[in-house]
């Protein structure tokens, strides 16, 4: 579907082909800043407006099918954000770039830096919900917990949950609550018995939702 696009990849992804990639954006990525993508054109090419919508699904998929492709998918989300302007998915793409960065590189400062101006970026939008629930493995669950205190990052899971829930993300609304209650026992949580309850809600509400696999 992407080559209808003009996107075209590797038919076969090794390590050494995603360190190289890696290799060429991160010089890329440290040059980039929030305000840099705030004055960048909105995208209006339907072609690349697609193709990006496109990417981030495959993005999506990746994180656990195969985390190998998310350097390439993410770092063309970049180019084709620079080349042809800025759109919502713009924001998954330079996310899920810091993760990737992340995951092969030792360059836990970029990852970090990309992190934040990522989410800069989902706070301004209109679609900040959607984009809160959407990133929160990557910007909340990872970019954030590699530089900041675990108990703030635990603290800020409800507000996301929220987030979630308002957008009509069930799943990753789940993943949040979930991820509250683990991280407020591993921080040492004062009040067991509420934490408890906690659990025991959130379990009943997986299964409210049909969501317990």
């Given at each position: 579907i992407l080559s209808n696009f003009g996107?075209?990849?590797?038919?076969?992804?090794?390590?050494?082909?995603?360190?190289?990639?890696?290799s060429t954006i991160q010089t890329l990525l440290r040059n980039i800043t929030y305000d840099q993508?705030?004055?960048?054109?909105?995208?209006?090419?339907r072609s690349k407006l697609n193709a990006m919508k496109f990417l981030n699904m495959l993005c999506m998929y990746s994180v656990i099918s195969k985390p190998m492709l998310l350097p390439l998918l993410s770092c063309r989300m970049v180019r084709l954000t620079l080349q042809y302007?800025?759109?919502?998915?713009?924001?998954?793409?330079l996310a899920t770039a810091g993760y990737s960065v992340f995951l092969f590189t030792e360059d836990i400062q970029l990852a970090s830096y990309i992190g934040k101006v990522s989410e800069s970026l989902v706070?301004?939008?209109?679609?900040?919900?959607?984009?809160?629930?959407?990133?929160?493995?990557?910007?909340?669950?990872?970019?954030?917990m590699i530089t900041e205190p675990l108990q703030s990052v635990v603290a800020s899971f409800p507000e996301v949950y929220?987030?979630?829930?308002?957008?009509?993300?069930?799943?990753?609304?789940?993943?949040?609550?979930?991820?509250?209650?683990?991280?407020?026992?591993?921080?040492?949580?004062?009040?067991?018995?509420?934490?408890?309850k906690h659990y025991v809600q959130c379990?009943?509400?997986?299964?409210?939702?049909k969501h317990t696999e």
């Open positions: 996107e075209v990849f590797p038919s076969k992804v090794g390590l050494p082909h995603v360190l190289n990639e890696l993508m705030k004055q960048l054109p909105r995208m209006t090419d302007g800025f759109c919502d998915d713009s924001i998954v793409g706070e301004e939008s209109p679609n900040k919900h959607a984009l809160r629930a959407r990133l929160c493995n990557e910007l909340v669950g990872t970019l954030n929220n987030s979630a829930m308002m957008a009509g993300d069930v799943e990753n609304a789940m993943i949040c609550r979930w991820w509250y209650c683990t991280g407020s026992f591993w921080t040492g949580a004062s009040n067991l018995l509420s934490l408890s379990i009943k509400e997986a299964v409210r939702l």
